[in-house]
C-alpha cells in the first residue's frame, strides 16, 4: 500500500518558473525521501529530510516537513526543462520505504 | 561503481513460465529493496534484504513470486508460473545504510511482460 500520496498528480509550467509538489503521509516516520525519475529509467535520489528537520536546501530544492500535518513539500526553483520528470516522495519507517503515486512535472521551454 | 545492475533489461514471457530477474547491488551496501512499478499500483515495495537476510517480505503478492540473496553481491527475484497480471517494471535499489535511514540507488529496472 502507498504511504505517501503525491499532489497534484500531473503539474504543467513554463521555464524559470517555480514548481511546488507537496505530499502527505499517514503514520509516524523516521525520514521522508524526495526521488526523481525520468521516463523509462530508475529512480534517482535528490533529499533526505529526517523527521526531526523542518526545512532543507539542495541547490535549486528545497524540502519542507511538517510532522504535526504529517506533509512535506519539495519546491524547485528556476525550473529547467531537464527538469521534466516524475517526482516521489518516499517515508522511511522502521524497514519500509514506502513511495506516493508521484507527480509528473512537465516543464515547458 | 556501475551501479546497481538489473538484468535482463526487458522480458517477453508467456503465461506459466517461470521468470527471474537478477540483481547486483553496489558493492559494501548492505540492504537491498525489490519494488515492482505499475500505473495502477504506482511503486510497490515486494521485499527487503539486510545483510543478505531477508527482514520484510510482506510486500510479496502471492506464493508465486520468491526471492533469494545467496551472496552481498547478488539477489534474484523469481516468478513461478507467471500471469499476464504480473506485467510491470521491476525494481532492485540497494542503499548503504540500515533499512531506511540512508538513500536508496535504484537499478535502471526489468520491464517484464507476460503474454
Known amino acids: 500500500s502507498q504511504q505517501g500520496e503525491e499532489d497534484p498528480q500531473a503539474l504543467s509550467i513554463q521555464e524559470g518558473e517555480n514548481a511546488t509538489m507537496n505530499c502527505s503521509y499517514k503514520t509516524s516516520i523516521n525520514n521522508l525521501q524526495w526521488y526523481r525519475q525520468n521516463s523509462g529509467r530508475g529512480l534517482v535520489h535528490l533529499i533526505l529530510i529526517r523527521s526531526n528537520e523542518r526545512e532543507k536546501h539542495s541547490g535549486r530544492l528545497r524540502v519542507t516537513l511538517d510532522t504535526s500535518k504529517k506533509s512535506s513539500s519539495l519546491l524547485i526553483t528556476a525550473s529547467r526543462a531537464a527538469d521534466t520528470a516524475s517526482y516521489f516522495c518516499a517515508t522511511g519507517a522502521g524497514n519500509m520505504l514506502t513511495f506516493g503515486g508521484g507527480t509528473r512535472l512537465m516543464v515547458k521551454p | 561503481d556501475a551501479g546497481v545492475i538489473q538484468s535482463p533489461r526487458h522480458e517477453v514471457t508467456e503465461m506459466g513460465q517461470e521468470v527471474t530477474l537478477r540483481c547486483k547491488p553496489i558493492s559494501g551496501h548492505n540492504s537491498l529493496f525489490w519494488y515492482r512499478q505499475t500505473m495502477m499500483r504506482g511503486l510497490e515495495l515486494l521485499i527487503y534484504f539486510n545483510n543478505n537476510v531477508p527482514i520484510d517480505d510482506s510486500g510479496m503478492p502471492e506464493d508465486r513470486f520468491s526471492a533469494k540473496m545467496p551472496n552481498a553481491s547478488f539477489s534474484t527475484l523469481k516468478i513461478q508460473p507467471s500471469e499476464p497480471r504480473d506485467s510491470a517494471v521491476y525494481f532492485c535499489?540497494?542503499?548503504?545504510?540500515?533499512?531506511?535511514?540512508?538513500?536508496?540507488?535504484f537499478g535502471q529496472g526489468t520491464r517484464l511482460t507476460v503474454v
Open positions: 535499489a540497494s542503499s548503504g545504510g540500515t533499512g531506511t535511514w540512508a538513500e536508496a540507488f
